[in-house]
């Protein structure tokens, strides 16, 4: 049967590869001495070899770098799973950096207060409803009772209204509920601080005659029983004589920052606690 004439080349190919290779093999066993048809086939045999081992010289290359990959990328896995642990307990580090500075805020502010201050971690804040609160993770079982002060190293938070065992709910001093004595710390002038409800508050009943300017701090004034004197407040951010009346529109700005808090203070004023 005739071999189809695509295929007679490669098997002319295959047919010298083959008779190659068995008269190696003979002249294997035999002498050593390259005579001239060793010499005919080994001049065509060795391209050949080089021919049929090309595509596995080829595969195995690929083979070896798919490997080498592989390898990388699991290394490379590992990597990045250590940078992110790394990266997790850097950030834990931070926070117990910056935990421990605002800590030393309150026990520096603790030791200069003439009261017992019971240290409170911030643990919930509304400031969606009516009442602008916070709670913290002190109560009853603390010694916690209603009325008493609430600070921070910024200033004044506002007061206890409500108290369960282990937890109490503080009113800001920004809700409409709140109403603190309190006066203009350089002048002395004494009013009322009330929230608006939308982080601002008003100093009311200061009289018209009054100087009061932008950037005068108002404190505590301590004349009532709940906030001892000279805690800071605010802030005056405008004050006006141009409405009807005797007194002075005085808006002020908390001296807290209600939107980042943390820690707090609850201050045990011995007045409150004979109530």
């Known amino acids: 049967m005739p071999i189809p004439k695509k295929y007679r080349f490669m098997t002319v190919i295959i047919a010298v590869v083959a008779i190659s290779v068995v008269i190696l093999l003979i002249s294997a066993k035999g002498s050593y001495d390259t005579g001239l048809p060793r010499k005919i086939i080994l001049d065509v045999a060795a391209p050949m070899e080089r021919i049929l081992r090309a595509p596995l010289d080829g595969i195995a290359e690929i083979w070896s770098r798919y490997l080498f990959l592989v390898g990388t990328g699991e ?41 017992e201050a019971l240290p409170a971690r911030i643990i919930g804040i509304d400031q969606k409803s009516l009442l602008k609160t916070i709670l913290i993770n002190k109560g009853s079982a603390h010694g916690i009772r209603n009325g008493l002060p609430v600070i921070n190293d910024q200033g004044v938070l506002g007061r206890i209204i409500e108290t369960s065992w282990h937890v109490s709910r503080v009113l800001l001093i920004s809700d409409g509920n709140s109403n603190i004595d309190a006066m203009i710390q350089g002048s002395r002038v004494q009013g009322i601080l009330q929230g608006t409800g939308a982080m601002r508050c008003t100093l009311k009943y200061i009289a018209k005659t009054e100087e009061v300017k932008e950037g005068d701090l108002v404190v505590s004034s301590g004349m009532t029983e709940i906030f001892p004197k000279g805690l800071l407040l605010g802030t005056v951010i405008r004050a006006g004589k141009k409405a009807p009346g005797l007194f002075q529109t005085i808006e002020v700005a908390p001296a807290v920052d209600f939107t980042r808090m943390e820690e707090a203070l609850v201050l045990v004023v011995p007045e409150v606690m004979k109530k």
């Open 75 to 115: 290394e490379n896995r590992r990597l990045k799973n250590e940078n992110d642990r790394l990266k997790n307990q850097l950030l834990q580090y931070e926070e117990g950096y910056l935990e421990g500075k605002r800590l030393q805020k309150l026990l520096a502010l603790k030791e200069r207060s003439e009261y």
